[in-house]
């Protein structure tokens, strides 16, 4: 067992990847050969028809930028056994487990595991370990879904500040790993 989390270690060096078990400090950027890769899937999805040229025209626009760069993204192995209980306990599920955390001045979108449902992405105003989440999102969201994704966002938490629902919606569309 220990030969297999050093290869998996080594193999997360190699390939980039945080080996701690706190979270990752910031949302990372899309490759050039990402954003290569997605502008040749617009492009074909544009001519076949699939999506308008207002989609094609926002994929690009989203496409080159990074709204995370103003989020906080990491959070310590102590913090993250917290949340996990709090949020167990406010939501009434057993064995969350805390896959993404963001957070802009004192809103927080935390990405768990529940074992219930797909994995959903709660939202907070405050504190997850002393309130319970405003509402979730769970699912799957195209590339070219970007601004619908803020907007529904923005319509559902309205609060929510601008920063933090660009970051989200960027990073569930073009950046979900």
Same mark, same amino acid.
């Given at each position: 067992? #220990?030969?297999?989390?050093?290869?998996?270690?080594?193999?997360?060096?190699?390939?980039?990847?945080?080996?701690?078990?706190?979270?990752?400090?910031?949302?990372?950027?899309?490759?050039?050969?990402? #954003?290569?890769?997605?502008?040749?899937?617009?492009?074909?999805?544009?001519?076949?028809?699939?999506?308008?040229?207002?989609?094609?025209?926002?994929?690009?626009?989203?496409?080159?930028?990074?709204?995370?760069?103003?989020?906080?993204?990491?959070?310590?192995?102590?913090?993250?056994?917290?949340?996990?209980?709090?949020?167990?306990?406010?939501?009434? $599920?057993?064995?969350?487990?805390?896959?993404?955390?963001? #957070?802009?001045?004192?809103?927080?979108?935390?990405?768990?595991?529940?074992?219930?449902?797909?994995?959903?992405?709660?939202?907070?105003?405050?504190?997850?370990?002393?309130?319970?989440?405003?509402?979730?999102?769970?699912?799957?969201?195209?590339?070219?879904?970007?601004?619908?994704? #803020?907007?529904?966002?923005?319509? !559902?938490?309205?609060?929510?500040?601008?920063?933090?629902?660009?970051?989200?919606? $960027?990073?569930? !569309?073009?950046?979900?790993?």
């Amino acid at each position: 067992m #220990k030969d297999c989390r050093v290869l998996l270690a080594f193999l997360a060096v190699l390939l980039g990847a945080p080996v701690s078990a706190e979270l990752a400090e910031s949302e990372p950027e899309l490759s050039d050969s990402e #954003k290569a890769r997605i502008a040749v899937l617009a492009e074909g999805a544009l001519k076949d028809g699939e999506i308008s040229q207002i989609q094609y025209r926002s994929t690009m626009y989203w496409l080159n930028t990074y709204p995370c760069s103003v989020i906080e993204r990491a959070v310590s192995e102590a913090t993250k056994v917290e949340l996990e209980s709090a949020i167990a306990t406010n939501e009434r $599920w057993v064995g969350v487990k805390i896959l993404g955390f963001f #957070k802009f001045e004192n809103w927080r979108i935390v990405y768990v595991s529940n074992g219930v449902s797909d994995e959903p992405y709660l939202f907070y105003s405050g504190d997850p370990i002393t309130s319970k989440s405003l509402g979730a999102w769970g699912g799957a969201a195209t590339f070219f879904e970007t601004e619908d994704m #803020k907007n529904w966002t923005v319509k !559902t938490f309205p609060q929510v500040p601008q920063e933090l629902a660009r970051c989200f919606a $960027w990073h569930v !569309t073009l950046n979900r790993r």
